[in-house]
């Protein structure tokens, strides 16, 4: 079974380098690692107690990028660490899709047919 995710939006916000960026339930993060791979990660709660970390669920797969919380405040380039990116790869532009501006269509596929 394959997925197709398409979003369109209103709004994207785009950073680079040591810039501020915060983390809210229901934002996309969009990662350009380069230019023939993109993916798309959705900002979801960490765990009950602790408010201001997150998660990062890949859309692709449904799963948790990475097990450690992250900071709701943070950097482009802490949330670039996480990923296990170096510092050549840092560079690389992370798009921030609001969880107001945004529609996401997803499309699953199984030998060529819609599900």
């Keep these: 079974m394959n997925m197709q995710l398409n979003v369109t939006h209103n709004e994207r916000l785009q950073y680079k380098g040591n810039t501020p960026i915060k983390l809210n339930n229901g934002d996309i993060l969009e990662l350009r690692v380069n230019k023939a791979e993109t993916n798309y990660y ?20 449904g799963a948790r990028k990475f097990t450690e ?3 709701r405040k943070t950097t482009v380039y802490r949330v670039l660490a996480h990923f296990g990116l170096g510092f050549a790869e840092m560079y ?9 501006e945004y529609v996401m269509n997803i499309d699953l596929q199984s030998n060529g047919r819609l599900v």
């Design 42 to 61: 959705l900002v979801s709660t960490y765990g009950d107690n602790r408010p201001d970390y997150c998660s990062l669920i890949d859309l692709q797969n």
């Design 92 to 100: 690389q532009a992370i798009s921030q899709y609001k969880v107001d």
């Design 69 to 71: 919380p992250c900071s």
